[in-house]
């Protein structure tokens, strides 16, 4: 009976030991048994308490907006890494790095760029067969599904492999035989154009004044006060102008996030000045903008011009009524004087512009007399100094216009 | 001379408290059935469903169907989003299947959320435990694997799934099999004894294989990390006493919403086995039962000597 009694016990220890040897293996991290400490943890030894984590790479590259420009990057892309079963899928470079500044920046793909470095390929991280599971990091085919299609079945709600990798002639998945795409597969084709709002009038949902409604002239606003689609559109969804088949919703916000993009030219605190875009039903809607009421209406080639060609800083402001203050560089070498309807002859396409125009005044007739006497009838307006022509911008004028 | 009139009600009143009486002692509430059946292996390996990331392109339905040997849908087919019109349950000849469910909220949220279907590969399966044969059985490594030579075809798994998953070839008359997901791990199957097909498949990497216990600590991690994109629960955590396979839902979705059925964390076989087992501790039924044989023959033996005199007399 003691021998059975001993026997039971030692059975008893080893279970306890062993399960107490499991317990610590529970607490390995992850899958990562192989790893080097030094891969998460910075400092040598760390506790519970305090871990010293490295940083994620995802969210490290704060400054990569600094250092990357829409310029230096390159317009389209190939991601060819299948192409021996499919056509390269063509990656409109620079229409997403456009659309990025919407939301997160470049950071929204390019999440990891070391200092000082130019960012890493995606590949140089995410393996094509990773040798080693790690559970947080994807492989290159799911690090590209990922970053591409969360937000492309949300506009097209279309999964189809074939949406981005046209099939090849030969290849895997039977096909035919198609050339290399280029950007015009892609814009109108794979990607839904986008209509441009002309004029919007909204109805705002919790009304201040009943039948109140709201204008914004959309184009207006971008094409001739050069708004930016990043003023306003800032952290929109994709699909929110992509989504296919579907009326963008209008997005809840308060009434300060409301006016917030208008108050950078708009004083919104003004009472009086609400009518510019808020009126009620019944009422005429507000006038458009004309440079007239600022007392210079515009003409000519200027009526054509965006408000910024002239108007530099933001908020507008007025300028000093002289051509010069635009112009100045206008030069006899650098001006084509036919664009004002005058071809200068010989005598006269070497003279500095301030000889005829006094002190550069434009707007104003030339003078003659410092070469010229008036009486004799060989100064302007009695003679020119050189043939007529129609001016540039009426000929265009004629062109469109017939 | 003793005479003993036993009626029929008095027969079955004292079985019935000598019956009763054996089962009590089993139906004891037992902590240590509890803890013993909930605890997965270490080395049980899983699934980990990564939910608000599926986009519904139904290719792990095409590799499962092409790993199992079932018709594998063609793109055209795969293409079709009209098959999300109506919930479709895992058959006898597509072990996995991709339902659509409506997003809440606005924008962005409204945005449809898919939900993959297949076995659970439960930690204590009541398929396991209602087959009276062993055709079903849980591995070490996690999966539930069904044997067919074994099964008589009764489908007590079919009724004992909490999820409904098993289901029966009722189109085989001659060697009809219960079907139902195997984490790939039956025989002729070409992923055998690796990462599942569904998985090795999967554009986004909605699904990872891995150990059980690594992959609830990344499911943990990633609601860490990222608390606006998932919900708290991590399903199959505690369901029915843990399954190998795990769900993370959408944030501001419940699992009930996205077709997940609310268990409690009690496996069902439990319930069933404590009763089942308990009546059977300390070889109480048959003692019992025997006892009480023994106890009614003896109070109802006929009195040999009585008859005996009644016959001399």
């Known amino acids: 009976m003691p021998r059975l009694f001993i026997a039971m016990l030692t059975i008893l220890l080893g279970a306890a030991v062993a399960e107490s040897a499991r317990?610590?293996?529970?607490?390995?991290?992850?899958?990562?048994?192989?790893?080097?400490?030094?891969?998460?943890?910075?400092?040598?030894?760390?506790?519970?308490?305090?871990?010293?984590?490295?940083?994620?790479?995802?969210?490290?590259?704060?400054?990569?907006?600094?250092?990357?420009?829409?310029?230096?990057?390159?317009?389209?892309?190939?991601?060819?890494?299948?192409?021996?079963?499919?056509?390269?899928?063509?990656?409109?470079?620079?229409?997403?790095?456009?659309?990025?500044k919407m939301t997160e920046g470049c950071a929204v793909c390019h999440h990891y760029t070391p200092e000082g470095a130019a960012h890493p390929a995606c590949i140089s991280c995410h393996e094509v067969s990773p040798k080693q599971r790690d559970m947080r990091k994807p492989s290159l085919k799911a690090a590209y599904h990922r970053q591409c299609m969360s937000c492309h079945r949300e506009w097209s709600h279309e999964t189809a492999c074939g949406v981005c990798h046209p099939p090849k002639a030969g290849g895997a998945k039977s096909g035919v035989a198609s050339r290399r795409p280029t950007k015009?597969?892609?814009?109108?084709?794979?990607?839904?154009?986008?209509?441009?709002?002309?004029?919007?009038?909204?109805e705002p949902r919790s009304k201040p004044v009943p039948g109140e409604k709201i204008i914004f002239r959309h184009k207006e606003h971008i094409h001739r006060f050069g708004l930016k689609c990043v003023d306003c559109h800032r952290e929109d969804s994709c699909s929110r102008c992509h989504e296919k088949g579907k009326e963008h919703k209008q997005q809840t916000r308060t009434l300060a996030e409301h006016h917030k993009p208008c108050s950078t030219c708009h004083n919104v605190d003004d009472k009086n000045a609400c009518d510019r875009c808020h009126w009620k039903e019944g009422e005429s809607k507000p006038k458009p903008f004309d440079?007239?009421?600022?007392?210079?209406?515009?003409?000519?080639?200027?009526?054509?011009?965006?408000?910024?060609?002239?108007?530099?800083?933001?908020?507008?402001?007025?300028?000093?009524?002289?051509?010069?203050?635009?112009?100045?560089?206008?030069?006899?070498?650098?001006?084509?004087?036919?664009?004002?309807?005058?071809?200068?002859?010989?005598?006269?396409?070497?003279?500095?512009?301030?000889?005829?125009?006094?002190?550069?005044?434009?707007?104003?007739?030339?003078?003659?007399?410092?070469?010229?006497?008036?009486?004799?009838g060989i100064a302007f307006p009695a003679k020119r100094p050189g043939p007529e022509v129609i001016p540039s911008h009426r000929k265009n004028d004629k062109s469109t216009g017939g | 001379m003793v005479i003993v009139n036993v009626s029929r009600r008095g027969f079955l009143k004292k079985a019935g408290a000598v019956g009763l009486g054996g089962s009590l002692v089993g139906l004891a509430p037992d902590k240590a059935i509890a803890s013993e059946v909930i605890a997965a292996s270490d080395d049980s390996m899983g699934v980990l469903v990564d939910i608000p990331n599926c986009i519904g392109c139904r290719e792990c339905e095409a590799a499962c169907n092409e790993a199992n040997g079932f018709e594998?849908?063609?793109?055209?087919?795969?293409?079709?989003?009209?098959?999300?019109?109506?919930?479709?349950?895992?058959?006898?000849?597509?072990?996995?299947?991709?339902?659509?469910?409506?997003?809440?909220?606005?924008?962005?949220?409204?945005?449809?959320?898919?939900?993959?279907?297949?076995?659970?590969?439960?930690?204590?399966?009541a398929c396991v435990s209602a087959c009276i044969v062993g055709a079903f059985r849980k591995l070490e490594s996690g999966p539930v694997v069904y044997d067919a030579w074994k099964c008589m075809g009764c489908r007590y798994c079919m009724v004992a799934c909490p999820f409904g998953i098993p289901t029966y070839e009722y189109d085989n008359p001659l060697t009809p099999q219960v079907r139902k997901c195997t984490l790939c791990s039956n025989e002729g199957n070409p992923n055998k004894g690796g990462v599942p097909a569904c998985v090795k498949t999967c554009p986004k990497e909605c699904l990872t294989y891995g150990k059980r216990n690594d992959l609830l600590a990344r499911a943990h991690e990633k609601i860490r990390s990222e608390p606006d994109a998932y919900a708290t629960h991590v399903y199959g955590e505690h369901e029915v006493g843990g399954t190998s396979w795990l769900y993370l839902a959408p944030k501001g979705a419940s699992f009930e919403e996205l077709g997940f059925l609310k268990l409690g964390t009690a496996p069902p076989p439990l319930r069933t086995e404590r009763i089942q087992h308990g009546i059977f501790k300390y070889f109480i039924p048959p003692l019992a039962w025997y006892g009480l044989l023994g106890a009614v023959m003896w109070v109802a033996r006929p009195n040999a000597d009585a008859a005996m005199g009644k016959a001399e007399s």
């Open chain 1, 23 to 100: 317990g610590q293996d529970k607490k390995m991290p992850l899958a990562m048994e192989e790893l080097p400490c030094t891969f998460c943890h910075l400092c040598e030894n760390p506790t519970p308490r305090y871990l010293c984590l490295r940083r994620c790479p995802r969210t490290s590259a704060a400054s990569i907006d600094r250092k990357m420009s829409l310029k230096r990057g390159p317009d389209l892309v190939y991601l060819d890494e299948l192409e021996n079963l499919y056509l390269p899928v063509p990656f409109d470079h620079k229409g997403h790095a456009e659309m990025a």
């Open chain 1, 184 to 202: 015009d597969d892609i814009v109108g084709k794979m990607h839904p154009p986008i209509p441009e709002p002309h004029t919007e009038i909204y």
């Open chain 1, 291 to 376: 440079h007239a009421s600022t007392g210079w209406p515009l003409s000519k080639q200027h009526v054509e011009l965006g408000c910024r060609a002239c108007h530099k800083r933001v908020p507008f402001h007025k300028l000093a009524r002289k051509c010069d203050a635009c112009h100045g560089d206008w030069k006899p070498d650098t001006f084509d004087h036919a664009v004002t309807g005058q071809v200068l002859d010989e005598n006269h396409e070497e003279a500095d512009c301030a000889n005829c125009h006094a002190n550069r005044k434009f707007d104003a007739p030339p003078k003659c007399d410092e070469c010229h006497d008036e009486d004799d």
């Open chain 2, 72 to 125: 594998v849908p063609t793109e055209e087919e795969l293409k079709d989003k009209s098959v999300f019109a109506e919930h479709r349950r895992p058959g006898p000849h597509n072990h996995t299947t991709v339902n659509q469910f409506p997003g809440g909220g606005d924008g962005v949220e409204a945005r449809p959320i898919y939900v993959k279907a297949n076995c659970f590969h439960c930690n204590k399966p």
